[in-house]
């Protein structure tokens, strides 16, 4: 019998962070808080992700390590102190129900949960406090828990861990299949081995413990091991593990990634409720999409979603539609090899790359903004790239042949290629993606004239955006109706108060009238929610709806809400960006990441949809880029046109751009701005620029 006593001033051992502006605590949320549905909780190391079985203290459920996963897979521990058999929950019933679940912590590479028992048995008190950790492995498929018992009876008690394995069906599937979704994947029932394995033809599951029982003197603690390793059916399981050396590992790829992936991104502190904690969870959205694993074609390998197994594919709308500054100073140079990925699997044909590089989805309406979106922050943070120009160019402009020569426009196709709403309305000629040509051809003269590109061709770019804004003023917007149609083939016009209207303002396609009207609609009772935005107006009596939140209503694609803030900050409105921002500080403090998607009407995730999203980085996209206001230009200048708020401050630390460190202390009445460590700018808050 081995025996591992833990020093209680151990429990939580890693305490030595690589990043000096973050550690793996300032993440850390309690799992009370929570509002997200047990189905979209879930940790993972960047190779493998796990979900517990909540409001058990010990309990695990299925977990994902692509190709490998474990589906409908459930390992439960039970507790013999003596002769007591204690099971652990949840239990909803009343006297000795077993083990109590007492809290847990999420933290980014583990998951803890606190468990009590404390019962006189036989007029002998048996107390002690369980706390396990849940740590995805990083390097092996699976998972291992460490199990720390406290005796805090006044007599010795003899341990022994009791683990049970349901292996449900055990999945290897070729990395090319792993898109959107797991949901409708089928495998066959595992069957039990020998020497705790189990197997079904694809892939094997093996159990491995270590200290299984011990005797635990009076307020003594012991630390348990147990643990899952998958493997593909013509693999060898390992005989034996080291525990101690996969939780290392675990660690150490967390803190690898805060040192690597946040070199450029600010911690800060504000005195603003929500705003901080908000912040904090918008760059852990964007820190828990990042894999590492050399089967990929990436390492990293960025998905838009993957928690919960689904989404593991790189979407272009996310990464580059939503946040791609935040992406930029992210990932740094690796960013344009994602870039180039988008180009090599052709738009034409597809949205989205799989794990080994392969194209997944359809052609969708909005991938030319979302690449050209992409491609000029990386000109803009991390310098010009001819090879990207040469890209952006080509899918811009074949873009435009498929304009109407009467009218300019484009009909951009059905739902499949554009929202997907669930009834008609925004199909074929819609303002946007049209708008977003505007900006597009805009910023393709930027970037040719960083390029060299004649000036003629130059010339012609912006004389085609001019045509298409003219264009969408005539064709599009309707002056009696006040809002934009829809045009279908047979002539047929419809009227959607779609969020992606907003769109058209944040391209330039609207004069001061649609702009206007559009902002006037900005109010409760139609897009803003108490909790954030709606997809479409709840006005809107022809399209709303509350269950296809997505883009149909009740709730809004959670990089929307934000993005939708930084269009209002851009167009010099920044109360009204400010009172959108703020709508979604709820989920600062009441979610582990940010989910798919958000209701607006109350602070929840539709738990039918994905756990996360690599757009959940649009919050810090918006704090950074709207209420600090830094602003980047083809020329590689940054400057700061900062967006204070009433009251409060904010303190930013550590934006990095072109090897400078950025400090910024920002009030109603005071900016401060540090430039590698030394004062730049003392005095009201005003457009300065820094680099």
Same mark, same amino acid.
């Given at each position: 019998?081995k025996?591992t006593?833990?020093?209680?001033l151990?429990?939580y051992?890693?305490?030595l962070?690589a990043?000096?502006?973050?550690?793996?605590?300032?993440?850390?949320?309690?799992?009370?808080?929570l509002?997200?549905?047990?189905?979209?909780?879930?940790?993972?190391?960047g190779?493998?992700?796990v979900n517990?079985?909540?409001?058990?203290?010990?309990?695990?459920?299925?977990?994902?390590?692509?190709?490998l996963?474990?589906k409908?897979?459930?390992?439960s521990?039970?507790?013999?102190?003596?002769?007591?058999s204690?099971?652990?929950?949840?239990?909803?019933?009343?006297d000795?129900?077993g083990l109590?679940?007492?809290?847990?912590?999420w933290?980014?590479?583990?998951?803890?949960?606190?468990?009590?028992y404390?019962?006189?048995?036989?007029?002998i008190?048996?107390?002690?406090?369980?706390?396990?950790?849940?740590?995805p492995?990083?390097g092996?498929?699976?998972?291992m828990?460490?199990?720390?018992?406290?005796?805090?009876s006044?007599?010795?008690?003899?341990?022994?861990i009791?683990?049970?394995?349901?292996?449900?069906?055990?999945?290897?599937?070729?990395?090319?299949?792993?898109?959107?979704?797991?949901?409708?994947?089928t495998?066959?029932?595992a069957?039990?081995?020998?020497?705790?394995?189990?197997?079904?033809g694809?892939?094997?599951?093996?159990?491995?413990?270590e200290?299984?029982?011990?005797?635990?003197?009076?307020?003594e603690?012991?630390?348990f091991?147990v643990?899952?390793?998958?493997?593909?059916?013509?693999?060898?399981?390992?005989a034996?593990?080291?525990f101690?050396?996969?939780?290392?590992?675990t660690?150490?790829?967390w803190?690898?990634?805060?040192e690597?992936?946040?070199q450029?991104i600010?911690?800060?502190?504000s005195?603003?409720?929500?705003?901080?904690?908000?912040?904090?969870?918008?760059?852990?959205?964007?820190?828990?999409?990042?894999?590492?694993n050399?089967?990929?074609?990436?390492?990293?390998?960025?998905?838009?979603?993957?928690m919960d197994?689904?989404g593991?594919?790189?979407?272009l709308?996310?990464?580059?539609g939503?946040?791609?500054?935040m992406?930029?100073?992210?990932?740094?140079?690796?960013?344009?090899?994602?870039?180039?990925q988008?180009?090599n699997?052709?738009?034409?044909?597809?949205y989205?790359?799989?794990?080994?590089?392969?194209?997944?989805?359809?052609?969708y309406?909005?991938?030319?903004?979302?690449f050209s979106?992409?491609?000029?922050?990386?000109?803009?943070?991390?310098?010009p790239?001819?090879e990207?120009y040469?890209?952006?160019?080509?899918?811009?402009?074949?873009?435009?042949?498929?304009?109407?020569?009467g009218?300019?426009?484009i009909d951009?196709?059905?739902?499949?290629?554009?929202?997907?709403?669930?009834?008609?309305?925004?199909?074929?000629?819609?303002?946007?993606?049209?708008?977003?040509r505007i900006?597009?051809?805009?910023?393709?003269?930027?970037?040719?004239?960083?390029v060299?590109e004649?000036?003629? !061709?130059?010339?012609?770019?912006n004389?085609?955006?001019?045509?298409?804004?003219l264009?969408?003023?005539k064709?599009?917007w309707d002056?009696?109706k006040?809002w934009?149609?829809?045009?279908y083939p047979?002539?047929?016009?419809?009227?959607?108060?779609?969020?992606?209207?907003?769109?058209?303002?944040q391209?330039g396609?609207?004069?001061?009238?649609?702009?206007?009207?559009?902002?006037?609609?900005?109010?409760?009772?139609a897009?803003l929610g108490k909790?954030?935005?709606?997809?479409?107006?709840?006005?809107?009596?022809?399209h709303?709806?509350?269950?296809?939140?997505?883009?149909?209503g009740?709730?809004?694609?959670?990089?929307?809400g934000?993005?939708?803030?930084?269009?209002?900050?851009?167009r010099?409105?920044?109360e009204?960006?400010? !009172?959108?921002?703020?709508?979604?500080?709820w989920?600062g403090?009441?979610?582990?990441?940010?989910?798919?998607?958000i209701?607006?009407?109350?602070?929840?995730e539709?738990?039918h949809?994905?756990?996360?999203?690599?757009?959940?980085?649009?919050?810090?996209?918006?704090?950074l880029?709207?209420?600090?206001g830094?602003?980047?230009?083809?020329?590689?200048?940054?400057?700061?046109?900062?967006?204070?708020?009433?009251k409060?401050?904010?303190?930013?630390?550590?934006?990095g751009?072109k090897?400078?460190?950025?400090?910024?202390?920002l009030?109603?009445q005071?900016?401060k701005?540090?430039?590698?460590?030394?004062?730049f700018?003392?005095?009201?808050?005003?457009?300065?620029?820094?680099?």
């Amino acid at each position: 019998m081995k025996k591992t006593v833990v020093s209680l001033l151990l429990l939580y051992s890693i305490t030595l962070f690589a990043s000096d502006k973050f550690k793996l605590d300032d993440f850390s949320i309690s799992l009370e808080q929570l509002v997200s549905s047990s189905n979209h909780i879930w940790v993972n190391s960047g190779y493998t992700t796990v979900n517990p079985k909540c409001l058990s203290v010990l309990g695990v459920n299925d977990f994902y390590s692509p190709p490998l996963g474990a589906k409908d897979f459930n390992l439960s521990l039970s507790i013999l102190a003596d002769s007591i058999s204690i099971t652990d929950g949840p239990d909803y019933g009343k006297d000795d129900v077993g083990l109590l679940y007492s809290g847990g912590t999420w933290y980014p590479d583990k998951i803890v949960r606190n468990g009590t028992y404390h019962h006189l048995k036989g007029n002998i008190l048996y107390s002690f406090s369980v706390r396990s950790e849940l740590i995805p492995l990083f390097g092996n498929a699976g998972f291992m828990e460490k199990v720390i018992i406290t005796n805090r009876s006044n007599h010795s008690v003899k341990m022994e861990i009791n683990a049970a394995v349901q292996p449900g069906k055990l999945l290897n599937v070729p990395l090319s299949k792993w898109g959107f979704s797991i949901a409708r994947w089928t495998a066959p029932a595992a069957v039990s081995g020998e020497n705790n394995i189990w197997q079904n033809g694809q892939a094997k599951i093996g159990l491995y413990e270590e200290n299984k029982s011990a005797v635990l003197m009076p307020h003594e603690t012991v630390a348990f091991y147990v643990a899952v390793i998958a493997e593909d059916f013509n693999n060898e399981l390992p005989a034996s593990i080291d525990f101690r050396s996969m939780e290392n590992k675990t660690i150490s790829a967390w803190q690898n990634r805060l040192e690597k992936y946040t070199q450029n991104i600010p911690a800060m502190d504000s005195n603003i409720p929500g705003l901080k904690d908000y912040y904090y969870r918008s760059i852990i959205s964007g820190l828990v999409c990042i894999w590492e694993n050399d089967k990929y074609l990436f390492k990293p390998h960025i998905s838009t979603a993957g928690m919960d197994g689904g989404g593991t594919c790189s979407y272009l709308w996310d990464i580059g539609g939503y946040a791609p500054n935040m992406a930029a100073l992210m990932l740094g140079p690796h960013i344009k090899d994602i870039a180039m990925q988008m180009v090599n699997i052709d738009l034409e044909k597809y949205y989205a790359y799989t794990l080994d590089g392969s194209g997944i989805g359809v052609k969708y309406s909005y991938s030319p903004f979302s690449f050209s979106y992409l491609v000029s922050a990386i000109f803009q943070l991390l310098g010009p790239d001819k090879e990207l120009y040469a890209s952006v160019k080509q899918i811009i402009l074949n873009d435009e042949k498929r304009e109407d020569k009467g009218t300019h426009l484009i009909d951009y196709g059905e739902q499949k290629n554009l929202l997907e709403m669930r009834g008609a309305g925004w199909e074929h000629v819609v303002v946007s993606p049209n708008a977003e040509r505007i900006w597009c051809l805009q910023q393709l003269a930027e970037m040719g004239k960083i390029v060299g590109e004649p000036k003629s !061709d130059i010339e012609t770019w912006n004389l085609k955006a001019e045509e298409i804004k003219l264009s969408i003023e005539k064709n599009l917007w309707d002056k009696d109706k006040k809002w934009f149609a829809s045009i279908y083939p047979n002539g047929f016009r419809d009227y959607v108060y779609s969020i992606q209207d907003y769109d058209a303002l944040q391209a330039g396609a609207c004069n001061a009238e649609m702009e206007n009207v559009l902002l006037s609609h900005l109010r409760e009772g139609a897009y803003l929610g108490k909790y954030g935005v709606s997809s479409v107006s709840a006005e809107d009596t022809l399209h709303y709806e509350v269950i296809d939140t997505d883009w149909s209503g009740g709730g809004a694609y959670t990089g929307d809400g934000p993005q939708l803030a930084l269009c209002m900050y851009q167009r010099s409105h920044k109360e009204l960006g400010w !009172d959108i921002l703020k709508r979604h500080f709820w989920m600062g403090n009441q979610l582990l990441y940010f989910p798919q998607e958000i209701y607006s009407d109350k602070p929840k995730e539709p738990e039918h949809k994905r756990a996360n999203t690599f757009a959940g980085l649009t919050g810090a996209e918006a704090v950074l880029f709207g209420l600090v206001g830094f602003q980047t230009d083809y020329n590689g200048s940054l400057f700061i046109n900062p967006q204070p708020v009433e009251k409060g401050d904010v303190n930013i630390k550590g934006f990095g751009f072109k090897g400078h460190q950025i400090d910024v202390e920002l009030s109603l009445q005071n900016l401060k701005i540090y430039k590698d460590g030394k004062l730049f700018y003392r005095g009201t808050p005003k457009k300065i620029k820094i680099v």
